[in-house]
């Protein structure tokens, strides 16, 4: 673990350097996502080459890891504008227009739909009590005044 402190300080490092260096927000964004990715990548290589229980622990830390990059990246793909990426290929800004719409619908979506779940779940125990109460009722059926056959 000490690969991963020493690259995060070398990485704090060259990106104070750059902030020196006037080197625009964006940038700095996009070299951080892609040595982050690049690491990533690294764990990923590690992975293929390891056997044993290990492999478990590898692949938990990548989907950390995996999440994590999802939210390092989440406010460059929504914020920035593709002409940054594609240096004016009008086919590849049209494309990845359509994917940032296409996939962050899906993620509003999928947004969306936690809670509601959660909404309902909260408010079902609320409003509809007596189901809730059979798994608290006392289940003595020698006191059953309902004959049962």
């Known amino acids: 673990m000490t690969t991963l402190s020493a690259s995060v300080r070398n990485n704090i490092l060259r990106m104070s350097i750059n ?3 006037g080197i ?3 940038t700095r964004w996009l070299n951080l996502m892609l040595h982050f990715s690049s690491f990533i990548n690294s764990y990923k290589v590690k992975l293929v080459e390891i056997n044993g229980p290990k492999i ?7 989907l950390l890891l995996e999440i994590l990059n ?5 406010p460059a793909y929504a914020f920035i504008k593709p002409e940054f990426f594609a240096g004016g290929d009008q086919n590849a800004i049209k494309t990845y ?11 509003g979506g999928m947004v969306l739909a936690v809670i509601l779940w959660m909404l309902v779940a909260l408010f079902g125990v609320a409003l509809f009590p007596s189901q809730s109460h059979a798994s608290t009722a006392s289940w003595d059926f020698n ?3 309902v004959p049962l056959f």
């Open 143 to 145: 006191n059953c005044k």
């Open 56 to 62: 478990i622990l590898y692949g938990f830390f990548i």
């Open 70 to 74: 999802f939210f390092i990246s989440l």
């Open 24 to 26: 625009s927000l964006k």
């Open 19 to 21: 902030i020196k260096n």
């Open 97 to 107: 227009r359509l994917r940032r719409i296409v996939s962050l619908s899906v993620l």
